[in-house]
């Protein structure tokens, strides 16, 4: 027998359905239900590596570890990694298969074979399957080739919940407009409504629920608080339009900030969650930067991974960040370049198989690292672990450590430069002469405790908190079922999947 189906749908993009979906995959898991999440498809350039080397949304991969889980390609068969303003590389099951355009977005439709396969192999694995719909849960102009909303929910017959985001008002109009638009029979399969983000007493909140309840004819579930530094990984760099910089966390442990690290904003960065560990150190400010100006007084300047290194690397010399990491450098700052950050600090960047620009295309780099790079069009995507390989710099006072993560990039590197890592046995990314300067394929490197640490204190850190990444990733999780089991109607949603009461 096929495993119910929990749907979170939203009433808008970014109304917190990732983080609801994480949260409940582990109150579930925390009862001894065997859980997964699921994503029909997700648009985000924040990827993660299954342990067989298939390429899922970050997001998923998040949601597996809350669960329990090691990620599977299973619980995000349609991946669409944005590349330009109107184009996105395709991921089917885990595996890159071609170029999406918007004039011919209509395709997905032809997608649904994956997405139907992949949900009822979940289905088959586990009790329960909690998806995540895209977006807003109906959109006329997109409803006939939905692939990841209300077409989920109706072909697993899936008790559907509706989530709206109060802080950015409007959250009643929201759910009675979207109700108004479903047809018939996807309105019948929404069953509760859940408010999230809210800031205040929620007793005041009773007349406007009242009023929703009776003109929709269904319940409000619960009202979600707002949440500070929730602590986990983020499902796309719409979090980051709000604001550009992560404060440093003396909230935490009475420290003043002594570490100031700036990382490029590039319009298509990728996997930034890279730094999130460096955010939630007290003592460190992480700031997100889009203005030369903004690096001053940064001692690590990032460039991070993005699906589009030549139009970003262009619009970073567009707007002089070029010059101004040079001078930053000349003043003592060390510069750390990941996946396509790590490509930018080369000598040179060609793309004669027009992978991501026009066929021939080429471009000097910043030339900091002693590397040339060629795109090529088979994609790299596969976990490693190895150590720190240099013995120059700052960077070696890491050496020996070890380090893992995975890769994702389709790009070839190659060069003189000494190799900043080890991984599987092999060279990975450079260190320049001088040591200021180092760059690598490895995403996650920073997520590694050891090495993190042994670079912020080399830069000046006075941190002394030893909580591992791990223990404080645990831990948010089980803050958030904690925060979802207090503020949710979790025994009415059981009832309707025919769970087992606790």
């Given at each position: 027998?096929?495993?119910?189906?929990?749907?979170?749908?939203?009433?808008?993009?970014?109304?917190?359905?990732?983080?609801?979906?994480?949260?409940?995959?582990?109150?579930?898991?925390?009862?001894?239900?065997?859980?997964?999440?699921?994503k029909?498809?997700?648009?985000?350039?924040?990827?993660?590596?299954?342990?067989?080397?298939?390429?899922?949304?970050?997001?998923?991969?998040?949601?597996?570890?809350?669960?329990?889980?090691?990620?599977?390609?299973?619980?995000?068969?349609?991946?669409?990694?944005?590349?330009?303003?109107?184009?996105?590389?395709?991921?089917?099951?885990?595996?890159p298969?071609g170029?999406?355009?918007?004039?011919?977005?209509?395709?997905?439709?032809?997608?649904?074979?994956?997405?139907?396969?992949?949900?009822?192999?979940?289905?088959?694995?586990?009790?329960?399957?909690?998806?995540?719909?895209?977006?807003?849960?109906?959109?006329?102009?997109?409803?006939?080739?939905?692939?990841?909303?209300?077409?989920?929910?109706?072909?697993?017959?899936?008790?559907?919940?509706?989530?709206?985001?109060?802080?950015?008002?409007?959250?009643?109009?929201?759910?009675?407009?979207?109700l108004?638009?479903?047809?018939?029979?996807?309105?019948?399969?929404?069953?509760g409504?859940?408010?999230?983000?809210?800031?205040?007493?929620?007793?005041?909140?009773?007349?406007?629920?009242?009023?929703?309840?009776?003109?929709?004819?269904?319940?409000?579930?619960?009202?979600?608080?707002?949440?500070?530094e929730i602590?986990?990984?983020?499902?796309?760099a719409?979090?980051?339009?709000?604001?550009?910089?992560?404060?440093?966390?003396?909230?935490?442990?009475?420290?003043?900030?002594?570490?100031?690290?700036?990382?490029?904003?590039?319009?298509?960065?990728?996997?930034?969650?890279?730094?999130?560990?460096l955010?939630?150190?007290?003592?460190?400010?992480?700031?997100y930067?889009?203005?030369?100006?903004?690096?001053?007084?940064?001692?690590?300047?990032?460039?991070?991974?993005?699906?589009?290194?030549?139009?970003?690397?262009?619009?970073?010399?567009?707007?002089?960040?070029?010059?101004?990491?040079?001078?930053?450098?000349a003043?003592?700052?060390?510069?750390?370049?990941?996946?396509?950050?790590?490509?930018?600090?080369?000598?040179r960047?060609?793309d004669?198989?027009?992978?991501?620009?026009?066929?021939?295309?080429?471009?000097?780099?910043?030339?900091?690292?002693?590397?040339r790079?060629?795109?090529?069009?088979?994609?790299?995507?596969?976990?490693?672990?190895?150590?720190?390989?240099?013995?120059?710099?700052?960077?070696?006072?890491?050496?020996?450590?070890?380090?893992?993560?995975?890769?994702?990039h389709?790009?070839?590197?190659?060069?003189?430069?000494?190799?900043?890592?080890?991984?599987?046995?092999?060279?990975?990314g450079?260190?320049?002469?001088?040591?200021?300067?180092?760059?690598?394929?490895?995403?996650?490197?920073?997520?590694?405790?050891?090495?993190?640490?042994?670079?912020?204190?080399?830069?000046?850190?006075?941190?002394?908190?030893?909580?591992?990444?791990?223990?404080?990733?645990?831990?948010?999780?089980?803050?958030?079922?904690?925060?979802?089991?207090?503020?949710?109607?979790?025994?009415?949603?059981?009832?309707?999947?025919?769970?087992?009461?606790?």
């Amino acid at each position: 027998m096929a495993a119910p189906v929990l749907m979170v749908v939203g009433t808008a993009s970014s109304v917190g359905k990732s983080i609801l979906v994480t949260a409940l995959c582990r109150a579930f898991a925390q009862e001894g239900v065997r859980v997964a999440p699921f994503k029909a498809q997700n648009m985000s350039n924040n990827a993660d590596v299954t342990p067989d080397g298939l390429e899922i949304g970050r997001a998923q991969a998040e949601q597996a570890a809350a669960a329990g889980l090691l990620a599977d390609v299973d619980m995000n068969p349609v991946l669409l990694k944005p590349q330009g303003d109107r184009t996105s590389q395709i991921v089917l099951d885990g595996r890159p298969a071609g170029v999406l355009t918007s004039a011919d977005f209509d395709r997905r439709a032809q997608f649904w074979p994956f997405v139907e396969g992949a949900l009822g192999r979940l289905r088959a694995k586990y009790d329960l399957v909690i998806a995540e719909g895209a977006g807003a849960a109906i959109e006329p102009n997109l409803y006939a080739t939905d692939i990841v909303n209300m077409r989920v929910a109706r072909h697993a017959h899936a008790v559907t919940l509706l989530v709206g985001d109060i802080d950015r008002g409007g959250v009643f109009a929201h759910f009675v407009g979207t109700l108004a638009l479903m047809p018939p029979e996807d309105r019948a399969l929404v069953r509760g409504l859940i408010i999230n983000r809210f800031r205040g007493d929620e007793t005041l909140l009773a007349p406007a629920i009242a009023d929703v309840e009776a003109r929709t004819g269904v319940p409000v579930l619960g009202v979600i608080p707002w949440l500070d530094e929730i602590d986990i990984a983020e499902e796309d760099a719409a979090s980051l339009a709000g604001a550009l910089e992560r404060p440093a966390r003396a909230d935490v442990v009475d420290l003043p900030p002594s570490v100031e690290v700036a990382v490029i904003r590039l319009p298509r960065i990728a996997n930034f969650d890279d730094f999130d560990p460096l955010a939630r150190e007290p003592g460190v400010r992480l700031r997100y930067v889009q203005r030369a100006e903004d690096l001053a007084g940064a001692q690590l300047i990032v460039l991070p991974g993005t699906k589009s290194t030549i139009a970003d690397l262009e619009w970073l010399r567009a707007r002089g960040l070029d010059a101004a990491i040079h001078q930053r450098l000349a003043a003592g700052a060390h510069i750390l370049g990941i996946c396509g950050g790590l490509q930018m600090l080369g000598e040179r960047i060609t793309d004669d198989e027009g992978v991501e620009a026009a066929a021939g295309a080429s471009v000097e780099g910043l030339g900091l690292l002693a590397l040339r790079t060629s795109f090529v069009a088979e994609k790299a995507t596969r976990r490693v672990a190895g150590h720190v390989a240099t013995s120059r710099g700052t960077w070696a006072k890491a050496r020996g450590l070890a380090v893992s993560g995975y890769e994702i990039h389709m790009g070839r590197s190659e060069g003189a430069a000494e190799p900043f890592l080890t991984l599987d046995g092999h060279p990975d990314g450079a260190v320049s002469a001088d040591g200021l300067v180092g760059g690598t394929y490895l995403h996650g490197l920073l997520h590694n405790d050891g090495f993190r640490r042994t670079l912020l204190r080399s830069l000046g850190w006075v941190g002394d908190v030893e909580e591992s990444s791990a223990a404080r990733r645990e831990r948010a999780f089980d803050r958030l079922a904690g925060v979802v089991r207090a503020h949710l109607d979790l025994d009415r949603v059981r009832g309707w999947l025919e769970l087992p009461a606790r």
